[in-house]
């Protein structure tokens, strides 16, 4: 049921005449009903008398009957029913009153409502009524408390954030206290205001920020920018700013907000992160590393710089290529297994990859290439990765391969090295049991001359054989050091087979060999050490004997083509292996050992015939059709075409005889040396005297004046370069020729022995005809 307006009894309404103008009571229903507040009417003590549609309405009360004439404080919640009292005490003293509450419907829905109470004067001048008229604020409660929450939310938000929160009006000048600001700049308002801020802005920073500002608020668009900022502590920090502009309703910017946020820590990290990344990257292409990431399970693969290409010789554009096709494409078959063991061994057990292989890359070069990689297990779901580098190491592979050559070959020539010394201590005392025989010999039958003789020659063989192996000896000594001096002329070819051939008919005779000698009729010059070549051939002719079973057959064959003299000793002795043929002309090389050791050498000959041709820039070479089969050695000279200058073998014939009235002095510490000197010159028929000193050489060469000294150069005392400068120093003895004898044939020996005044420098043991040459040159200018 409605409450009726009409129901109530209405004070009655007059105007200031006393009479009724129009129908109040009419017009008062009208405001009642038509009002969209909540309107009731109270008696004088509070009691509801009437409440309009729309207050019914608002407050879901279904059935006015159900609060008529009930007291208007009990539809008010407890703690209001106070305020509403006093309401209406306030109204029935005649007073307006108005207050705010909260006060639920009939039905429980929460309403916030304003309350005017307002007294209704009767005729007799008192408040006969109550009027209370209550507007559902309850939306723009709700809206001013959304608010609220949000500026508190916003508040809470700004404090967590450490960032500086700041605020201008729209000309962009600080013009209030920015307590965020103040906090982290420590600068006072003073400071601050207008554009004061801009001093705690990094001084590198500062222009670009003003301008950026400026331009910002010029434009009303947002202002966004990064720079460094001092905090209290002095220290600048990164700063990350935004600022936006708030417009009012005409448009005109009012305020700008705005928010500095310190990103400093990321800002070093990140450059920590670039700096780890830059040295890494350096340090990998300083050691031409590739970088690699590879995810097993996709066989996605991610190249992290450029080397890899290169090792790969892909072009940069190319992609990456993966394991797959790593195997099928790159990797050389006998490593195949080999990488998928390394691979299934990361992956199983996590331990370091590590493979080395060959590849042939696409432009077809075979390379040596080095993968190490470290699993990097799961992270959060990421997919299991390897992650590495690839290096090609083919040059190192190369310096080990030749390292593991030379090595082995060094180990090969100590063996050889040590096998030559087991041969040479044999070599050489082969010949001192006959020679200690024949000494003995010579003791015993004195007067017999027949075995005077046989031994005498036997001593001769003996003490030559002696003499070429220690020759042999000192010439290998002085290849490999480097030291052989070759005294190169222009030389007949035909000349130095001769010099050879009578060095070695001693030995080819005494095994019975036929040798026959095939040279052609025509001058073939070459450019060489005559002694040394003659040397050689004299060598391969030994060699033909000695390794050939007595009575065999020794060819020596000259010939040339265009360039070249070709010399040739060919024999049908025991021959050599197919297997052996490269290495007869290596150093202490010795390959038919079986053979008569007495017979045999030291493994030095031929690598003295390849090394002396070779010096003289020929070549050597050897071919047998096998073992028994003989052989043929080869040397190949460069001939020349113009005639010789001076050809050996135009010797002058000894005048001896001349000579005997010459007076040679022999200076040597070495007693038996210089007695067996001195003999041989006295059965020439020279005078001799002897010295064992400098000093007494010195002496006897003042007092005898001899024609001839000849000086050692090791003596006590006095060194021979001494005792030869010193006699120099006396005019008397200006017509003396000195000679040096020395075991030293260095360029550098021979110069000191020049510098020192010697005519002449022998290395011992030096022939008796060389010594004979030599006196029977001298003795005509003597006579
Ligand atoms: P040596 O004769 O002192 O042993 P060489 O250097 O002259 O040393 O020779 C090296 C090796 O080559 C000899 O030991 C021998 O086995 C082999 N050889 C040299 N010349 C001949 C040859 N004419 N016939 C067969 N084998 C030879």
């Given amino acids: 049921m ?70 208007w404080a009990t539809l008010w919640t407890e703690e209001n029913r106070q305020a509403i009292d006093s309401a209406v005490i306030a109204a029935r003293s005649g007073r307006n009153y108005t207050l705010n509450l909260a006060c639920p419907t009939a039905k429980g829905s929460p309403r916030w409502w304003a309350v005017t109470v307002s007294p209704i004067v009767g005729d007799n001048g008192e408040v006969a009524r109550i009027l209370s008229v209550s507007r559902d604020i309850t939306e723009a409660r709700f809206a001013t408390e ?49 554009l004061g801020w801009l001093d705690a802005v990094h001084p590198d920073d500062r222009q670009k920020s003003a301008t950026l500002w400026n331009e910002a608020i010029a434009s009303g668009t947002m202002y966004e920018t990064e720079h460094r900022l001092r905090r209290a502590d002095g220290q600048f920090r990164h700063m990350s700013v935004r600022a936006v502009p708030i417009s009012g309703p005409d448009n005109t910017i009012t305020e700008w ?18 700096d780890n990344e830059e040295r890494v990257r350096l340090a990998t292409e300083s050691a031409e590393l590739g970088l690699w990431v590879w995810h097993p399970s996709t066989d996605q693969v991610i190249w992290e710089n450029a080397r890899p290409y290169e090792i790969f010789g892909l072009s940069p ?20 297994a080999e990488f998928g063991h390394a691979v299934a061994n990361t992956i199983e057990t996590g331990a370091r990859l590590h493979f080395q292989g060959r590849i042939r890359r696409k432009d077809g070069q075979i390379r040596w290439v080095e993968f190490f990689g470290n699993l990097q297990p799961h992270l959060d779901g990421d997919p299991q990765r390897i992650i590495g580098t690839v290096a090609d190491i083919t040059g190192s592979k190369d310096r080990e391969e030749e390292l593991r050559r030379l090595a082995a070959n060094l180990s090969e020539a100590d063996r050889r090295k040590t096998e030559f010394l087991a041969v040479l201590a044999h070599e050489l005392r082969n010949p001192l049991a006959p020679i200690r025989h024949g000494l003995q010999l010579i003791s015993t039958q004195v007067g017999n001359s027949e075995t005077l003789i046989k031994v005498r020659d036997m001593l001769d063989r003996q003490v030559n054989q002696m003499v070429r192996l220690v020759n042999d000896l000192l010439d290998v000594a002085r290849i490999t050091s480097g030291k052989v001096e070759l005294r190169k002329q222009r030389a007949e070819i035909g000349d130095l087979i001769k010099v050879a051939i009578e060095t070695s008919l001693p030995l080819i005779e005494s095994s019975k060999h036929r040798l026959t000698v095939t040279v052609p009729d025509e001058s073939m010059l070459v450019y060489v050490d005559p002694e040394r070549i003659s040397q050689v051939i004299s060598n391969l002719l030994n060699n033909a004997a000695k390794y050939t079973p007595a009575g065999g057959a020794i060819k020596l064959q000259v010939s040339h083509d ?109 007693i038996d040396a210089a007695e067996i000197l001195s003999l041989m010159l006295q059965v020439s028929g020279y005078t001799t005297e002897l010295a064992h ?41 200006a017509d003396i ?30 022939d008796m005809k060389v010594i004979e040459k030599l006196l029977s040159e001298i003795a005509p200018r003597r006579a």
């Fill in 2 to 71: 409605r409450p009726n307006i009409a129901d109530i009894p209405s004070p009655p309404v007059a105007n200031k005449a006393g009479g009724s103008l129009f129908d109040l009571a009419e017009l008062g229903k009208g405001v009642f009903e038509g009002s969209p507040d909540c309107v009731k009417v109270l008696d004088a003590d509070g009691h509801i008398l009437a409440m309009n549609r729309n207050g019914l309405c608002a407050m879901e009360i279904d059935d006015f009957r159900t609060i008529q004439g009930a007291r």
């Fill in 146 to 194: 959304k608010v609220r929450v949000s500026e508190e939310r916003f508040r809470s938000l700004v404090t967590a954030t450490a960032a500086i929160v700041w605020g201008t009006p729209g000309s962009g000048q600080f013009d209030a206290e920015q307590p965020g600001w103040a906090a982290f700049t420590g600068q006072l308002f003073e400071s601050m205001k207008g």
């Fill in 257 to 274: 907000v705005g928010i500095h946020t310190d990103i400093h820590d990321r800002k070093e990290s990140e450059a920590v992160l670039r």
């Fill in 317 to 336: 554009d190319a992609p990456p290529i993966t394991a797959r096709q790593f195997l099928t494409d790159f990797v050389h078959q006998d490593h195949i």
């Fill in 562 to 670: 265009d360039s070249e003299v070709i010399v040739s000793v060919t024999d049908n002795g025991i021959g050599i292996a197919p297997q052996s043929i490269g290495a007869v002309f290596d150093l202490f090389r010795q390959v038919g050992q079986d053979f008569e050791r007495s017979q045999g050498g030291l493994g030095i000959g031929l690598s003295l015939v390849r090394q002396l041709v070779e010096l003289h820039g020929g070549t050597a070479s050897a071919e047998s059709p096998g073992e028994g089969g003989g052989s043929t050695f080869m040397i190949r000279l460069a001939m020349i075409d113009a005639p010789a200058a001076t050809v050996l073998g135009a010797e002058n014939s000894p005048r001896v005889n001349e000579a005997k009235n010459m007076r040679i002095l022999i200076a040597d510490d070495n």
């Fill in 693 to 733: 000193d400098g000093h007494a050489a010195l002496k006897l060469a003042r007092d005898l004046h001899p024609d001839v000294a000849f000086l050692d150069i090791g003596m006590p005392g006095m060194n021979g370069y001494e005792v030869a400068k010193a006699l120099r120093n006396i005019p008397r003895l």
């Fill in 737 to 766: 020729t000195l000679v040096a004898l020395t075991g030293w044939g260095g360029e550098q020996d021979r110069a000191l022995s020049r510098e020192a005044g010697f005519n002449h420098h022998f290395i011992k043991p030096v």
